[in-house]
Structures are given as C-alpha cells and as structure tokens.
T-cell receptor, first 112, second 112 residues
C-alpha cells in the first residue's frame, strides 16, 4: 500500500526560527512535491523534486528551500519562519509514468 | 483567470439525492484530469482519474468536456460519508515532473 509520512502533524514555532519539515515515501517514487494549503487559496506548489539532489521551484518558493539527499526523503526548510507561513503543509509523491500524486497526512504549522 | 477554478460551495445535499459540480480549466492543451477527495483536516486522496470517454466508479461519474474546458463529477445516491471537499487537478502542460494544478475545492455536505 502506498505510504507517505510527514515528520509532524502539528508544529508551533516562533518568528525567525528555522523550521524543518520532513517527508518520507516508501513507494520508490522519483517525483516528490511540497504544497501549502490555505483557505480560499487551495493547494499551491512550493517546490518539487524529480530526482535525488534535483529540485525545481514551484509557484510560491519565496521563503522556502528544499533538500533531497535520498530518493525516499524530501525536506522543506523555512529559513526564517514568518507568521504568513502559518499554513497546512502537504507532501506528495508520484511516479514519472503517471501523474497521480499520493499525499502525506500534512503538517499544520503555526508561526507565532 | 485562474488556471483551475471550482465553485467553493457548500453544496447541501439531502441523503440519497444526486449532486453534480464542475471544474473549469484554462489551458486547452491540458491532457490529464483528476478528482481528489479531501476530508476535513485530512490529506487529499485520489478519487478517480477522468478519461476522455468519461468514467464511472460505483456512484461516482466523471466527465470531460474539452470543447467547454471543464470536468464534472456526479455523485448518485449521496451518503452521509460523501461529505467532503472535492478537488479537481489538471496537469501542467509542458512542465517537467508531472506537476498538477489543483482547484480550490468544492465542499459537499450531505444531510439526513
């Protein structure tokens, strides 16, 4: 069965802190994605990776960076958290041969 | 105009009734279409892919109208458990890595 896990379900951080969100998939998928989901704005792509050490900016990359050192793991980094980064963060993965994306359970981040 | 648009709803549906809603997309070259279901405070899960000929999965029917650039989802004999937000997703044309653009979601509330 397809499985994508995220390191935390809920996270509270202070403004200016460096925040790491981790995502692990066990399906040997090449593609991995980070989205944020906000009411009224839907799912917006932050970054995606199509291979180890390969990454590409999505629609809203500002204030974020990513790391993919191993195929199964994709990390999202908030270099200096700000209150406008309070959101639900969702990780997803997919195979290149199909566009179906499988999502992790999400991390609700609150930045105070 | 947004790339993918949905009526946010909510669609209030009596149990046992039929409900249908659409998702419009702006890029006529889009080739792949999906419906995802998202329960409250949970991750999106693939409901069904949408094929050119339309497809049916039990009480759910998805259709594609290329001429008018929309996809539709119809739910027959609505159950209380069908209450959720339904997200449509469309592939990003000429984009590497099988990226999808998601609509903002249509909320469906099935009531006894």
């Amino acid at each position: 069965d397809v499985k994508v896990t995220q390191s935390s379900r809920y996270l509270v951080k202070r403004t200016g802190e460096k925040v790491f969100l981790e995502c692990v998939q066990d399906m040997d998928h090449e593609n991995m994605f980070w989205y944020r989901q906000d009411p009224g704005l839907g799912l917006r792509l932050i970054y995606f990776s199509y291979d180890v050490k390969m990454k590409e900016k999505g629609d809203i990359p500002e204030g974020y960076s990513v790391s993919r050192e191993k195929k199964e793991r994709f990390s999202l980094i908030l270099e200096s958290a700000s209150t406008n980064q309070t959101s639900m963060y969702l990780c997803a993965s997919s195979q290149p041969s199909t566009e179906t994306q499988y999502f992790g359970p999400g991390t609700r981040l609150l930045v105070l | 105009r947004k790339e993918v648009e949905q009526d946010p709803g909510p669609f209030n549906v009596p149990e046992g009734a039929t409900v249908a809603f659409n998702c419009t997309y702006s890029n006529s070259a889009s080739q792949s279409f999906f419906w995802y279901r998202q329960d409250c405070r949970k991750e999106p899960k693939l409901l069904m892919s949408v094929y050119s000929s339309g497809n049916e999965d039990g009480r759910f029917t998805a259709q594609l109208n290329r001429a008018s650039q929309y996809i539709s989802l119809l739910i027959r004999d609505s159950k209380l458990s069908d209450s959720a937000t339904y997200l449509c997703a469309v592939n990003k044309v000429k984009a590497a890595g099988n990226k999808l653009t998601f609509g903002g979601g249509t909320r469906v509330l099935v009531k006894p």
